[in-house]
């Protein structure tokens, strides 16, 4: 699997935009990118994933640069519910994903 | 729709005793995994089971640890003999088929060895 490299931590202001950068350089080409996030000690939450284009569901945007070797998540009016460590994995898929460190979204009012 | 089901939420065991974590899968699943979450770190893949099978253990330690998904009932993690290291998060997870990296976590079963 991919290494992935993610900004330890990150602050937002509520009700704007949250924007989480992931650099996976090294991304092979049946890789996908997911990402999930993990509040406070609870179980990971799976938010996304996209292989080559970009991605749009109820909880985020995700954005594949063209070359594949970064991504951001993108969240559209961030809440302070959404203070969370959040993981960003490259990988295949058979449920062996690796978590690095994340990046810790503090989301203040 | 219940989510995965881990039990006991907290337990407590002293040095050589045993542990056991259970897991129950999302309705419908039947693919399970299982990873650790030692304190500040990130989580580690540890083992996939399918019913009866166990998938890929590459992430076990050589000793002390199991896992099994019977035909019928949870899944079992089993930890023999714990010492302190073993003290982590136990998160169970689950998935519909085997091609998915989207899988969806028990809320953990915290393990603490005294």
């Known amino acids: 699997d991919a290494k992935t490299t993610q900004p330890p931590s990150m602050d937002c202001a509520e009700g704007r935009a949250a924007n989480l950068p992931c650099n996976h350089s090294t991304i092979s080409g049946n890789e996908y990118v997911y990402w999930y996030r993990q509040i406070h000690s609870q179980g990971p939450q799976y938010i996304i994933h996209?292989?080559?284009n970009n991605e749009t569901n109820e909880m985020a945007s995700l954005i594949i640069t063209e070359d594949r070797k970064s991504s951001t998540l993108i969240l559209p009016h961030a809440t302070l519910r959404d203070t969370a460590v959040y993981y960003c994995i490259a990988g295949s898929t058979l449920g062996r994903l690796y978590f690095g460190r994340g990046t810790q979204l503090t989301v203040w009012p | 729709n219940a989510g995965v089901m881990q039990n006991p939420r907290h337990l407590v065991r002293r040095r050589g005793q045993e542990a056991r974590l259970r897991c129950s899968p999302m309705k419908g699943h039947s693919h399970v995994y299982w990873y650790r979450q030692l304190p500040e770190e990130g989580l580690k893949f540890m083992v996939y089971l399918q019913k009866e099978n166990i998938i890929d253990e590459s992430g076990m330690p050589k000793e002390r640890f199991s896992a099994e998904f019977p035909k019928e009932g949870p899944s079992i993690l089993r930890i023999q003999q714990v010492v302190r290291g073993d003290s982590a998060a136990y998160f169970c997870?689950?998935?519909?088929?085997?091609?998915?990296?989207?899988?969806?976590f028990g809320e953990g079963s915290r393990l603490t060895v005294l």
């Open positions: 996209g292989l080559k």
């Open positions: 997870a689950s998935s519909p088929n085997r091609d998915t990296g989207e899988l969806f």
